[in-house]
């Protein structure tokens, strides 16, 4: 098993300015996955309080090309995972530092045993190295043992059991006021009831005892635009009814989800800046899958092909009241 | 049915801030023909009242056919007003009774932008309440003594006196003219207002003292979120009973209604012009050491 790259400059900051800093509001540690096209940091639900998050880097945004090697018995993918507190110290320092060639690689590290007569133990580490002003660094960080294959095929597994929904709204244009009355509805319920129509709304419900409250947000772009053709205009002229208008015509999906889960997706575009932030409710409502779609920088309105992040949210039966959390 | 419907809705949701409260208990909601909407509310040791008047002029559009009441819980009613809000629609709309005779609280926005909200929350009401002991507590008619000066000196002053925590005595002297707050504990503490700031000063005996629970206190007078100067009145009734009334303006909104509706208190509108004005006014009863028992649990 060997893996040896050069993290250049793009791969550095999207990193420590952007999907790292992401991760780290949503679960202490998170999971790599390194192969000959990309690198995938996965927070599975065991690492996060029920959402999954995988976060695509292509090899090309964040390495350089010459020196990479990446090879496994195991269709040369390793896997392990890592503290992203720490990880993220090691890169700042690189940055703070203005590190040149950053320099990291698989290592196992010899720990000698104090009690006598027992073995030599090996620990895996990163170890990243780099040149900065007047200083050269060499800095381990402890990573959990590399995965076997069975746990390898299990995380990608995982991470490719999140299928792809019908349709999907892009919630971008309105990603604040979203945020707003999404943070605001905390107060009032954990879950909500999350609904999406072909027509391009997106609705939030709460029901309790003391107040029944929704918000229809109205006019989001729909993809595939395939999903949008034969529609008839609704005619209802109150949310709710716009919303069982929708139903009863099969344009449209619903589950509960948890306002933290929601809350959590929505604010993690903050850093990353996505382009696209597209929501969509899973064939038989399942999960719900958010995915943050970025713009290619060297393209004018391209969409970036090798940057991805996206969250997998768990929901409860289609009823607020009772109902176990299906993962 | 009574419909309400206010532009100013980031001043609607601070104005509210003003009697917030996490009790549940019952608020009273008034639509008063040609007069406006209000809000009341007991708190549960019985020793304070709170409210807000918006005077038909803050309204982009008013209708009570006669005047109607109804009662939901005040932490609800706030909360509810103030997630329709987070959306920052153009104006919010009130509407009693709505289905299910809950109230109903809904948004509207600019139909012609590409994207968007539109948002409604229906809060259940509860059982009619006798308002008659709010009423007793709220218009009182015996002698009393005032002084009008600015909000947020007030406000200082009682944050200044948190952390004596406890009671806090109102001094008014009528020669020469005295308005001071006193720490019963720490009778060190004394903050005077200065002479100057003082307006429509009338004492009804030589020396009034009242003293009152500094928690009642701070609920009247540090949850206004108006940044700008403004104006309240105090006045002790001989019974010790303080009523403070605060004039508020409401921020933002559309083009006002005509202001055709009487002045809430004389003095202090003007006519000339039309003001968002809105009141809010707290009656807080007298601390004495033999209520203690009477009144139980406060907190």
Redesign the interface.
Known sequence: MKFKATLCDRGLRVLEKGFLPTLEKLGKRCQLLLGTEDVHLIQAVSDTDGLHVTARLANVVLFEEEGFKCQSRYNNQIAFSVDIVLLLKVLRAAVAHDADALEVKLAMRSIPCTTAGAAVQQRPTLAFSWRGHNVTMVQELPISQPYSQRDVEELVRQRDITSLSPFYLDLQ??VL?IQ??T???K??SNELLMATTKHGDLHLEVHT????????????SVLPAAATEGLQLLVAE???ERLEEARAAGESAQVVVLQKHLAKALHSSQLTQPAQLLCGIAERGTHVHIMFVYRDPFSDGGYDDNISLSFKLPVREDTLYGGELDP | MAQASIASVRGLVQVLQSIRSHQKLPCAVTFEPDTGLSLRFLDGGHAMQSGISLSISVFSSFQAPASITFFVPLSILLEAISTVASSMPHEIHLQYPGPDSSLLITTTEDASARTSICSYAKVATLAHHDLSSLDDMWDLQDACSQVILSGLLLREAIEDLEWTNGEVEFVLKRSPMHFALQSIKQQSLEITFPVHALDGFSCHAEEVRASYKYKHLKAAFTHVAQKEAWSAKIAISSRGVLRVTHMLTLAGGGPLAPLEAQPLLGTLTSQGHAQRTCVSKFVILPHEEERDGFCGDDD
């Open positions: 244009d309105e006021r707003a009355l943070d605001k509805l107060g009032m005892t003391g107040v029944e409250f929704g918000a229809e947000i109205r006019g989001l109150t949310p709710a």
